[in-house]
């Protein structure tokens, strides 16, 4: 069979995403490879197909909790797959040893602290054909999440000379792509680096007015689907999550205070979608596999624009539109580098990195700049691609005009006043004084000051206070203001650049929040679907909804999360197509033989039973 066939039969699809056959190739014909594709590029899939084709396939995984997992989804394609790992019971883990010994075992799923032990080279040995890493930025110091056993692993892989060597990982810059390739020993490998763009993200970013208010805004905006919210403490989560409840929204929280014994259930009842949302500090996340999460809100800033990539990633893993939405405030980035440097001293290389980090994810946020590119550009990747070049990416707040750029002149014009107010008060008080003196709201400290006599009182009274306060954070993040701390109090001052900029050099963006307009907050998850030709109506909505409570329950009958039965994209495919048959439901995208025949039965009859 050719690998397009083994892709119809086993997996259901028609057809191979960006770079997938390019490695799959390469591991058939045994050379080496490095896989960079984004999160739910489908990198799995380079791996378990040639598992599918003959042979042994070893993937090494620092994440134990999304073994058992990845465990299920191949075994639903109808891979002899198991994993071993040191939570493993008892009895699986027997009957792993006895398939691996009996040399039936397709795909096996090993932790690096497993393999090491080095006891199970004699089994896997002969057999093996590919040895997958995946997470392989756990190799690089340079990485986001460094693991000192990753850097032995060559140790471990030399025992199979024969075998092609499979490296994948989400987010890798050109420093950590060297990295992977030298400490895993990958032997003139190709390099197959995808585009990190995800458009079925869209996302946003606003400054932050009502933390609470925005958050259940998104929230409501997606009733019953699963959604992420981050925020920077854990008393910020504690908080968030008790309101939400407190609407009526089906939260928990989840952070490192909690017990282990809450956080287990917060995260299982979050994958198996007995729970919508989940109020987390970035302690949440990396064993999450959740396909159809709806949405990521971070209610603060994150740390940098890593980060971002990687936890708002964590939505529309399916491949269907999500919303990523950032509340910004200026002050976030205070509390991070206060947090960074609370108990240790920084080296200075590492306090520029940590700066530049922070000016990098608050320019971000604050340019009225489409947000796709940005972070396409950041990771060194050009934009915008293929059919989107001409008409703008249409999911992000500026190019769906949530979001307004002030046309280059009012910009500047409305810069230089922002920041001749800030030059007036002498950098001797703090953004709220300088915010009201803008506004000509006078105190009695302004007037005392005579203040209120100044040409800048008053100056901006049309824009409004959210206005203006956005636009003195646009300005810190680029440079033309700054918050020093006097006494423990945070005093906005005008830097150089800044006063550069009043007498004329220099160039400033600024962004305006455009007033929100009704209605626009429909859900876009069908645009994908429609967009391949599928008309889903309002009333398959309920057959939909069925069909998703039927997988919640045999989901919860094989004690497996609901994601791995199959995807939402293929129950709204049903919903809209309504097969009537095997062969009918075969067609249907993500549903392989080994699916049909395990639940294509009891699809089949909630779809032609009543509605
Ligand atoms: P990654 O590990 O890169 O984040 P996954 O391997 O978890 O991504 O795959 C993401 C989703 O894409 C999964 O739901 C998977 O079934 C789906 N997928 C993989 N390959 C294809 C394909 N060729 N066509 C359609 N969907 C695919
Ligand atoms: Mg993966």
């Not at 206060?338 to 306090?351: C, I, Q, Y």
């Not at 700066?355 to 604050?366: F, H, N, P, T």
């Not at 609901?562 to 293929?570: E, M, S």
């Amino acid at each position: 069979m050719t690998p397009e066939e083994i892709l119809k039969k086993r997996w259901g699809y028609d057809s191979f995403k960006p770079l997938q056959k390019e490695a799959i190739e390469a591991a058939l014909s045994g050379r080496d490879c490095l896989v960079v594709l984004p999160t739910g590029g489908g990198k799995s899939l380079c791996y378990q197909l040639p598992a599918a084709a003959g042979g042994l396939v070893l993937v090494v995984s620092p994440l134990i909790a999304l073994m058992d997992d990845q465990v299920a989804a191949a075994r639903e394609a109808g891979l002899v797959a198991d994993s071993l790992h040191s939570n493993l019971r008892a009895a699986p883990r027997r009957e792993a040893y006895s398939r691996l010994n009996s040399g039936v075992t397709e795909i096996l799923y090993v932790s690096p602290e497993r393999l090491l032990v080095g006891d199970l080279y004699e089994a896997i040995g002969p057999r093996l054909v590919l040895a997958a890493v995946d997470e392989a930025h756990c190799v690089s110091h340079w990485g986001h999440e460094f693991r000192p056993e990753y850097r032995r692993l060559t140790e471990a892989l030399d025992n199979f000379p024969h075998a092609a060597r499979m490296a994948l990982t989400a987010t890798a810059t050109p420093v950590v792509q060297d990295d992977i390739r030298a400490q895993l020993g990958l032997r003139s490998p190709e390099m197959l680096i995808g585009h990190p763009d995800r458009p079925n993200l869209v996302y946003r970013a606003f400054p932050r007015r009502d933390q609470f208010k925005q958050v259940l805004e998104v929230v409501r905006a997606h009733p019953g689907e699963g959604g992420i919210v981050y925020a920077q403490t854990r008393k910020d989560v504690a908080r968030l999550a008790e309101k939400l409840k407190g609407e009526g929204v089906s939260a928990a929280p989840y952070h490192a205070g909690l017990n282990a014994e809450d956080r287990r259930r917060a995260q299982d009842d979050f994958v198996n979608e007995r729970l919508d949302v989940i109020v987390a500090t970035i302690a949440f996340g990396m064993g999450i596999d959740r396909s159809n999460v709806r949405y990521v809100v971070h209610a603060n800033t994150p740390r940098s624009v890593e980060h971002y990539q990687q936890e708002s990633g964590r939505a529309g893993r399916d491949g269907l539109s999500a919303d990523c939405t950032l509340l910004f405030s200026a002050s976030d980035l205070a509390a991070h580098r206060w947090l960074a440097k609370k108990d240790v001293t920084l080296s200075p290389e590492r306090e520029r990195a940590l700066e530049k980090q922070l000016r990098d994810i608050g320019r971000y946020a604050v340019s009225p700049v489409c947000r796709h590119s940005l972070l396409s550009e950041h990771f060194s990747a050009p934009y915008p691609v293929g059919e989107r070049a001409q008409e703008g990416c249409g999911a992000c707040d500026v190019c769906l005009g949530e979001t307004r750029g002030l046309p280059d002149d009012e910009a500047l014009l409305t810069a230089k006043k922002v920041l001749s107010a800030a030059w007036r008060a002498e950098g001797r008080y703090g953004t709220g004084y300088v915010v009201n003196l803008l506004l000509g709201r006078p105190s009695d400290r302004m007037t005392g000051n005579g203040h209120d006599q100044l040409k800048v009182f008053g100056l901006l009274k049309e824009a409004g206070e959210p206005a203006v306060r956005s636009w003195i954070d646009q300005l810190i993040v680029q440079d033309f203001l700054e918050v020093t701390e006097e006494n423990e109090y945070p005093l906005l001052r005008i830097t150089a650049e800044g006063r550069a900029l009043c007498q004329g050099n220099g160039t400033v963006r600024l962004g305006l929040p455009a007033p929100p307009r009704a209605g626009k907050k429909k859900s876009k998850a069908l645009k994908k679907a429609e967009k391949a030709g599928v008309v889903f109506l309002e009333s398959d909505k309920e057959l939909f909804e069925k069909l998703r409570a039927l997988r919640r329950a045999l989901a919860d009958k094989a004690g497996i999360p609901p994601y791995v039965i199959c995807q939402d994209a293929a129950l709204l495919e049903m919903a809209a197509l309504k097969p009537q048959t095997p062969e009918a439901l075969l067609g249907i995208k993500g549903m392989g033989e080994k699916r049909v025949e395990k639940y294509g039965r009891l699809l089949l009859e909630a779809i032609s039973g009543p509605q």
